[in-house]
């Protein structure tokens, strides 16, 4: 039995020519050719991260929940739990003109109790920086803390299932509704004043020939 040495065609004991490459055949049989090892092209799956579980029942779980949809077993992060203290630090240690662009890019905690702690610490510093002229640096650190408070009432849903710490949330978020809205008012008056004063001045200097 014949083979061709070039591509290791199968060929008849009389043939002269490769009837698939058309290379010529020498005498005599030839081995068929070593077979070549197909190129593995396919895909590979390529695991990253961790799987979190349920210690309770071992539901695979995702993120941002306070309870398993499995068995209802609350959730307690313990790696987490000081999350709140080391933004405090974190916070501190900076300068002004970093604190804004820290309190924005600053993850928002998954857990139930870093969640809320993370709420009240928020909402008091976003009532407490109202008064504040724009433009300022303390201005943007303000900004920042408004963005974050609203970044926080967005999430507040993964607390939904929760009646207690639900309620909690809401009435955070009604407080710090009945702080804000009287000082924007405060603001908006002090500006009409002042637009007020302005008009009433350059009124009196073209009746008095002034201007």
Partial sequence: MKFCTKCGNQLSDDAKFCDKCGSPVSNGQTPPPT???????????????DI??????GT????GIIKCPGCDFELRNIKASNAITDFSNKLNSISKQQKASFILSYPIPNTKEDFM????LVSSEYVQQNYISMGSTEYFIYKAWESKYKQLKNKAYILKNDKEAWEQVQQVFKT????????????????????????????????????
């Avoid at 077979?35 to 991260?49: C, D, I, T």
């Avoid at 009409?192 to 004063?197: G, R």
């Fill in 35 to 49: 077979p070549v090892a197909e190129k593995n092209e396919s895909r590979k799956q390529v695991f990253e991260g």
């Fill in 117 to 120: 702690e993370f709420l009240f």
């Fill in 52 to 57: 979190h579980k349920c210690p309770n029942c």
């Fill in 176 to 211: 710090t509704k009945r702080k804000i809205h009287p000082a924007i008012k405060g603001m908006i008056v002090c500006a009409a004043i002042v637009i007020f004063l302005i008009i009433l001045l350059i009124w009196y200097g073209f009746k008095t020939g002034e201007l």
């Fill in 60 to 63: 695979v779980l995702t993120s």
